[in-house]
């Protein structure tokens, strides 16, 4: 069965307007291979994370003191007394993290990924008034014997070294946990304490921890203070505070936070039975490092134009047939549309090998060029097929503008896509659409592939 022509300039604009919308069949192909790398790009991540140690969110330590109470029950009007266990979390008054990152990349097949290993100084003291007491009145027991702190490590298999571990001055050696602070896995520091400490307990603790992409830490103390500093220029601040102090400079970063009592939504102790996490996690801070080129990202910003490049290429064929009275059939425009669309798939796959840029650079010429010689063929003339070549890469330079420019994106693009409508309104500003129509649905047989020549 013969494909219909399109008769008339309308039903030729109406049939070109089909026929980009089913080049968001290739589209949306080239958006869920990209969707397919990505995912595969994360789970590499995922590896590498597992074998080094994952992000990070370290907090201060935070002494636990197990108890045990009578709690009475009235069951059918008679009363009884149980015990239940339980466990006192108590906070440090304050908090001082001192840290600093030493960065390299890992890699996983074609993909990496920043990992880092960190050197962390921790100091800070709870202050006797913070502790629990026994009152005659209550019927509660603290066993302070099994008292210990508790360092949350959201990842404890990145530990790499404890190298110092103080509780006012006496070595003190730390062991794995099943117990948690906040839903945050912890290691626990036993204390061998006798009874309620009566002075302040200091605390010194020096590790090695090795971690992926982000560290957070988390203001369990009256007052914390964190420091920061890494050989990374691309850091970016997220949590749930910015830095009170930072400066990134081309060789890296530094960076100071402080968090108060006052700026958190949870109390100074709590029993394990409340449940924390959440607003003890809404509370960490920190730092990603971020890779200054995204590649995937790239490739999905660009893909997100693409059928308004592909519109825009067939409105210039459209337009030379109707200047130079040529006759295209729709299945040039499907081959042209086409060869739009593999620019996608061929800048994915290229990008993954060579970088974006590179990736970039070759995907365009190498359509231009081919969308050039083969409109050259179509409109049997070499100048047309450079004009609508020339014009593709143009588009592609636009776009790659679009790209690489954050803050000035918007305003390149409504001022790029005016320009294209005001040279689409100049070019065709002489042609009267009521004549065409005429001239075609007159017209006896189809006019020739070979252009009209002016007189």
Partial sequence: MAMPEFRGPTFKVLGIGLLTLLMLIPLAQVQRIL??????????????ASRWGGMQQVGGPVLAVPFERQVEHV????????????????????????????ISERAYGIFATPVYTSKLDLDGKFLPGDLPETRDDERIEWQWSAAELRLPIADVGGVRDVRRLTVNGVPRRAKPSPASVAGVPVVSIPL?????????????????LAGTRQIHFLPLARATRATLRAPWPHPGFDGGRL?????????????????????????????????MSASVGESAFGVALLQPVDDYARNVRTGKYGLLFIALTFLALFLFEVLRRLRVHPVQYLLVGLALSCFYLLLLA???QLGFDRAYLIAAASVAAIVGAYAASVLARARDGTILGAGVAGLYALLYGLIISQKYALLIGAVGLLVVVASLMFLTRRIDWYRQSARVDGATSPDPIVPVEDA
């Fill in 192 to 208: 061998g304490l006798s009874a309620r400490p009566l002075t302040p307990l200091n605390f010194r603790i020096e590790l090695d």
């Fill in 350 to 352: 290229l990008s993954e």
């Fill in 75 to 102: 069951r059918r009007g008679v009363s009884e007394w149980r015990r239940e266990r339980g466990t006192l979390l108590v906070l440090a008054d304050q908090l001082r993290i001192d840290g600093s990152l030493a």
């Fill in 35 to 48: 969707a397919e790398r990505s995912a595969a790009r994360d789970e590499a991540v995922t590896m590498i």
């Fill in 243 to 275: 830095p009170s102090h930072h400066a990134v400079r081309p060789d890296g970063f530094t960076a100071e936070w402080n968090a108060l009592e006052l700026n958190r939504r949870y109390p100074q102790s709590w029993s394990d039975a409340e449940d």
